[in-house]
């Protein structure tokens, strides 16, 4: 029952990753909520920059399923671990550039947070 959870949730930040990255590649000047004050989205460069973004998160999402259907909840729960780093260091870049504190805790650290819980869950079932 605890893996069909932890599976269920890491299903959940799968589809919220491939959403995100679908959303930003589609209009990268929808990234101006990702909590860098004074970011260019519409600068035609910068929005390149964000398009590589875009593609890193669809492919987290998509790795997520890949191992959804054919690894073991531990091999999974280690992935998501690692990839916790992703929304930590989001965070942290947020923080340095004097971004929105709602965005580095309630946004990049809480899915950091989430991510690793659920690994901790995979982990220990």
């Not at 910068?46 to 590589?52: E, G």
Request: hydrophobic residues 60%; contains cysteine.
């Amino acid at each position: 029952m605890l893996i069909t959870i932890a599976n269920v949730l890491a299903g959940l930040i799968g589809a919220g990753c491939i959403f995100m990255g679908v959303n930003a590649f589609r209009a990268p000047q929808a990234a101006a909520g990702f909590g860098i004050p004074g970011t260019p989205t519409e600068d035609r460069n910068f929005q390149a920059w964000l398009s590589v973004k875009a593609v890193r998160d669809i492919a987290s999402g998509i790795f997520i399923f890949v191992l959804l259907a054919g690894a073991t909840p531990h091999l999974l729960g280690w992935f998501l671990l690692a990839a916790a780093g992703i929304p930590a260091g989001d965070a942290l870049i947020v923080s340095r550039n004097n971004g929105p504190k709602a965005a580095v805790y309630g946004v990049h650290g809480a899915t950091a947070m989430v991510m690793a819980a659920i690994s901790v869950l995979l982990l220990v079932a």
